[in-house]
């Protein structure tokens, strides 16, 4: 009998889930829930492998009651007892974890530890840990961090040029992101070039988009630092910024430090730039219109993108292949065209016709002949964590 993996996401205010089959992938049920913790009541919407939507207020807006209707969708859709095991994404496990674990005090404990290290999203994992605990008792819980892939990284990649105290005292540092989705394509890549033990640039775009030097299993390099905020351009959030700017807007422009730091996760980026949105496909459209604003967003966006895939080739000596993926990545052909165009120096150009039929979850080399592989892959973070889940409780 086919068993299943809880899979869940919780953010601050939402929880998304699926319950997925690892060994093929195959999504049984999935769902989000949204505006929880925030006061009053929130709503859930479920959906099952067949399209039928459920829709339904939770009140309250809890990630506690969110699972609730969750178990009462896993026993309608008769799921309840073929789930195995619930697995959770863990944005931050500072230098705890290398690996995903299964859940303990302990291992819940330094995540609680890691909350100093992302304020933002570590709290609600320990919510989403807490409240599965409590409404699934007996089933084995594992956790899997965005950052383990990236914590073979060498001392040159992660240290940044600030007292050296600061990294021993406080591990301030630079930890990396998006290492599930770097996983899995580093897991396709060997059979997709051919290549045993292939080096590889991988741009994960997507409203957080980071690109890692991945070395086989393991990166050597990547763009975000200590939090998500470094590194390339983001859907609302700024990317690499002199850090005189924020001296300067709050003792010459009177800004406190929370307009900055809200201004610079929450304001920059695509929308800062365009003025029109966070959505790389608004602005594309603006862009084939001819629009002066979404032409200079994705000038810099493209430029910016180019210059840290360049940079990531430093670690490796060299890639064999350049990847694309998440929604940017595996979607826009303009964002494609345009870096790949800039990189030509380095042996990569695009075939045009590959390029423009590849999106909506197809994949395959787009480069002309005579180039360095660029390939496009869809990425699926759900399934590795499902996987992980499932080795780590038999």
């Not at 404990?109 to 599965?132: E, F, Q, S, Y």
């Not at 959030?237 to 924020?246: H, K, L, T």
Request: proline share 3%; with cysteine; charged share 25%.
């Amino acid at each position: 009998m086919s068993h299943y993996i809880f899979v869940l996401n919780c953010g601050s205010s939402s929880l998304k889930f699926s319950v997925i089959n690892p060994e093929n992938g195959d999504e049984a049920l999935k769902g989000l829930a949204e505006r929880l913790g925030v006061g009053g009541v929130g709503n859930i919407t479920i959906k099952n492998a067949k399209g039928d939507k459920l829709e339904e207020t939770l009140d309250p807006g809890t990630h506690q009651e969110a699972l609730r209707h969750i178990v009462a969708a896993l026993h309608k859709e008769g799921l309840m007892d073929k789930i195995k095991a619930v697995g959770h994404r863990i944005v931050h496990g500072g230098e705890y974890f290398a690996e995903s674990v299964l859940v303990d005090d302990d291992v819940r404990n330094k995540i609680v530890d890691c909350i100093r290290l992302a304020p933002l999203h570590n709290p609600a994992h320990v919510t989403g840990i807490d409240a599965a605990r409590e409404v699934f008792p007996n089933l084995k819980q594992v956790v899997v961090f965005d950052t383990a892939f990236h914590q073979h990284m060498p001392e040159r990649a992660y240290l940044y040029a600030l007292p050296y105290k600061l990294y021993t005292d406080n591990k301030i540092r630079r930890y990396g992101f998006h290492g599930t989705s770097y996983r899995y394509i580093a897991s396709q890549l060997p059979e997709k070039l051919g290549i045993a033990k292939p080096k590889a640039v991988v741009a994960h775009l997507g409203n957080g988009a980071s690109v890692a030097a991945v070395d086989f299993d393991h990166s050597v390099d990547t763009t975000m630092g200590l939090t998500p905020l470094e590194g390339v351009v983001h859907g609302t959030r700024s990317g690499d910024v002199d850090p005189a700017i924020f001296g300067i807007l709050t003792g010459q422009m009177g800004m406190s430090p929370k307009e900055v730091d809200d201004m610079l996760w929450k304001q920059s980026g695509l929308l800062g730039l365009s003025g029109m949105s966070n959505d790389c496909r608004t602005i594309e459209e603006a862009y084939a219109k001819g629009d002066a604003a979404a032409i200079r967003t994705m000038e810099v966006y493209c430029y910016r993108l180019a210059k840290h895939i360049a940079a990531q080739m430093v670690g490796l000596g060299g890639a064999d292949a350049i990847v694309f993926t998440g929604g940017i990545g595996e979607n826009s052909s303009l964002v494609r065209e345009k870096t790949i165009a800039l990189l030509e120096y380095l042996g990569f150009k695009l075939d045009s016709a590959k390029n423009h039929e590849t999106f909506r979850g197809k994949e395959g080399n787009i480069a002309a002949s005579g180039s360095k592989p660029v390939w496009v892959i869809a990425t699926n973070e759900e399934l590795m964590i499902a996987r992980d889940t499932d080795a780590l409780s038999v």
